[in-house]
Nanobody, 115 residues
Framework: QVQLVESGGGLVQPGGSLRLSCASS????????MGWYRRAPGKERELVAS???????RYGNSVKGRFNITRDRAFRTLALQINSLNTEDTTVYYC?????????WGQGTQVTVSS
């Protein structure tokens, strides 16, 4: 079973930046989309950013202009550059890869924005 492992989370001051990474332990066939989601306590899961197999990109409204999603050509690594962080960005970020056999989720990486 392919595993997705996120890294790069941590504690950062408001206005700071982080770079999140998601690495796949193997090949996922028929990838349709790769993306990042987050869920703050008491809130619904929110799309942060996604990129399709044909490189169409979507961003959640709250992160447009601040976050940037990229992936490698082999569809094995997904990255999220997050800039101008604010306290509302504090939560766990999850990596998703949607392939021919369904959704694969990572375990999440915590981002905490605090002074």
């Amino acid at each position: 079973q392919v595993q997705l492992v996120e890294s790069g989370g941590g504690l950062v001051q408001p206005g700071g930046s982080l770079r999140l990474s998601c690495a796949s332990s193997g090949t996922i066939p028929g990838i349709k989309v790769m993306g990042w989601y987050r869920r703050a306590p008491g809130k619904e899961r929110e799309l942060v950013a996604s990129i399709t197999g044909s490189s169409n990109i979507r961003y959640g409204n709250s992160v447009k202009g601040r976050f940037n999603i990229t992936r490698d050509r082999a569809f094995r690594t997904l990255a999220l550059q997050i800039n101008s962080l604010n306290t509302e960005d504090t939560t766990v970020y999850y990596c998703l890869v949607r392939g021919a056999w369904g959704d694969n989720w990572g375990q999440g990486t915590q981002v905490t924005v605090s002074s």
